[in-house]
Structure formats: structure tokens, C-alpha cells
């Protein structure tokens, strides 16, 4: 049964960091693109980051850009991503994805499989 599983959210003031752990079983995901998204409270799910199979190509959300960084340990079948200086409107759900091949994408459609999220609130 393939699984990901997401871990690392928590509250934390504005400008903290927090990373978050992706957790893939079942199957290995080294040649496929992740990613993560994200849905906040009463907005549809947006893209945050992706990282390509090999690590040569990574997109982020303008949101983020400069403050999120994605990165992968394949031969672990693991994913993180490190968010500094958090803001207030990054609270959302996080989710973890996986690409149904290896090209980067930041098209939900294009994911495979999914984690349950992990919640990030940020709040004063």
C-alpha cells in the first residue's frame, strides 16, 4: 500500500521556521517529481513547491519564493520543506504529493499520490 505521510506542522509566531517531513512506503518515488500544496481555511488548494526527480529542477509559489525551500533525500524516500519566516497567511493544511512521472509540475492533476496534510497555523 503506498502511503505518504506527512509530519512537522505545529503553531509558531510570525517569522518562526518550521520544516516539514514527507514520509513515502509502498514504493520507491526517486524518479518521480513531489511536491507540496497547500489549502487554507476557505480557499481552494494551491501549489507551493515541486522538486524534480534529480533534484535539478525546483519551482515555488511566488508566495514563498525566498522564504520556502524543498528538498529530497531519495534513497530515504523522503521529502521536506523548510519554511522560514513564516507569515500569517502561510496557515493552511499541507499537503505532500507525488508526480505521476518525473516532470515538475505544478498541477494538481498531475499527482498521483496524496498525504492526509499536516496543519501550520501561524498566529501572534
Known amino acids: 500500500q503506498v502511503q505518504l505521510v506527512e509530519s512537522g506542522g505545529g503553531v509558531v509566531q510570525p517569522g518562526d521556521s518550521l520544516r516539514l517531513s514527507c514520509q513515502a512506503s509502498?514504493?520507491?518515488?526517486?524518479?518521480?517529481?513531489m511536491g507540496w500544496f497547500r489549502r487554507a481555511p476557505g480557499k481552494e488548494r494551491e501549489f507551493v513547491a515541486v522538486r524534480s526527480w534529480n533534484g535539478a529542477n525546483t519551482y515555488y509559489a511566488d508566495s514563498v519564493k525566498g522564504r520556502f525551500t524543498i528538498s529530497r533525500e531519495n534513497v530515504k524516500n523522503l521529502m521536506y520543506l523548510q519554511m522560514d519566516s513564516l507569515k500569517p497567511e502561510d496557515t493552511a493544511v499541507y499537503y505532500c504529493a507525488a508526480a505521476k512521472g518525473f516532470v515538475e509540475t505544478t498541477n494538481p492533476d498531475d499527482y498521483d499520490y496524496w498525504g492526509q496534510g499536516t496543519q501550520v497555523t501561524v498566529s501572534s
Open positions: 509502498g514504493r520507491t518515488f526517486s524518479w518521480n517529481a
